[in-house]
């Protein structure tokens, strides 16, 4: 978490405690600090403020879309959704459960790029589409996806068409009206903000059925008495954001490419997973035949470096990353392959010191499994 984001909670759990939709003098303090947030939100995402929904994070985001666009449009008829086999979980399992109800879902394939193909969502639209959800930028790989042109076919019959940026907003300029979305998700802790702080921006005139009922809190899209201290930081990181994003991206875009030239020309065996440009600049994801990704995550976890071998929402699965097996990579290599997750604080010193752990440790699990006679 930024350390002005903390302060700013902190001060926030002191002197704004009230109720946010009491009338009294304690309400309004809170209420303004709210609104505040939602301005600096909303300047994040070249959006206005009175469209921003605040939730607790990017699934209830997801979940508030697809969930709320969908039981919206049932009555006209419209149950069919379409999604990519690349969305997080908090997409991917939302549609599962809904097709478990009645909607049909169509899931995108894509190829080894990780790139939805513009293409491939024209012959999957029919003119029952309800809805189309695919993410800005992938978690795992980050692979930025054509969204203005996918939004826009989706348009063309009809369809709404939700963009999950939680990956990407804080990390890349975003203007929702350039990419002609109607519903872009996004959760503070991305950038620098408090975990269980999200929302969710919705075009005007976009009906929605609510996911969470009881109160009329966020314009009766979102009951609950508001979380003010988390949405406060969230308002906070987004002000960071806004003046860090441009240098902050160039310097880390520089980073996580040196950090590629230096595995790929140092161990031989690897590759780059996904398309190298458009990419947001924090993500590189590398495959490293002969080892397994949990070896490797232990390995260098001991070094003091840390590192994913897929969604930090799916780890303890024994299975491989879904995004690299929809992606058609070998069974093998989506097993040793790995995600290096750069930021802010982040120096060329760190840099030097993976480019110096990673190649012994390496060595070593290879040596490992050629003495145990397995390949």
Not at 13 to 21: D, F, H, K
Not at 96 to 102: H, P
Not at 203 to 223: F, M, N, W
Request: one cysteine or more; aromatic letters at 2%; hydrophobic letters at 45%.
């Amino acid at each position: 978490m930024d350390p002005l984001v903390a302060d700013r909670m902190a001060q926030a759990m002191r002197e704004a405690w009230g109720n946010a939709s009491s009338v009294h003098h304690f309400g309004q303090q809170a209420k303004a600090a709210l609104d505040r947030a939602r301005g600096s939100l909303a300047t994040l995402i070249g959006a206005e403020a009175s469209d921003i929904i605040f939730t607790a994070g990017g699934t209830e985001s997801d979940n508030l879309a697809i969930r709320g666009a969908a039981e919206s449009l049932e009555p006209a008829g419209r149950k069919h959704l379409i999604t990519s086999a690349i969305e997080h979980e908090a997409v991917l399992t939302t549609m599962k459960a809904l097709g478990k109800r009645g909607w049909r879902v169509t899931t995108l394939p894509v190829g080894a790029t990780g790139v939805v193909s513009v293409d491939r969502l024209r012959d999957a639209m029919t003119d029952d589409t309800a809805l189309v959800s695919v993410m800005h930028a992938n978690n795992e790989i980050g692979t930025i996806q054509p969204i203005a042109e996918l939004a826009a076919v989706a348009h063309e019959h009809g369809a709404l068409f939700h963009t999950d940026a939680v990956q990407s907003a804080g990390k890349i300029a975003i203007d929702v009206c350039a990419l002609g979305v109607d519903m872009l998700s996004v959760a503070g802790h991305k950038f620098y903000g408090p975990k269980g702080s999200g929302a969710l921006w919705i075009k005007r005139g976009v009906r929605l059925v609510s996911t969470i009922t009881g109160g009329r809190q966020e314009r009766s899209r979102r009951a609950g008495t508001e979380n003010v201290p988390a949405l406060v930081g969230l308002g906070v990181a987004a002000e960071v954001a806004v003046r860090k994003t441009a240098t902050d991206g160039a310097r880390l875009s520089a980073l996580r490419d040196r950090l590629e030239a230096g595995i790929l020309s140092s161990i031989t065996g690897t590759e780059r997973n996904g398309a190298a440009t458009p990419r947001v600049p924090n993500t590189a994801n590398i495959s490293i035949d002969g080892v397994e990704a949990e070896s490797l995550l232990i390995g260098l976890d001991l070094a003091g470096i840390a590192v994913s071998s897929g969604s930090a929402c799916s780890s303890g699965s024994l299975e491989p990353s879904h995004v690299l097996k929809a992606m058609g990579l070998p069974h093998a290599r989506t097993l040793g392959s790995i995600r290096f997750s750069l930021g802010t604080a982040n120096t060329d010193a760190d840099i030097d010191r993976v480019l110096d752990a990673l190649p012994p440790i390496v060595d070593k699990l290879r040596s490992l499994t050629t003495a145990g006679g397995r390949k």
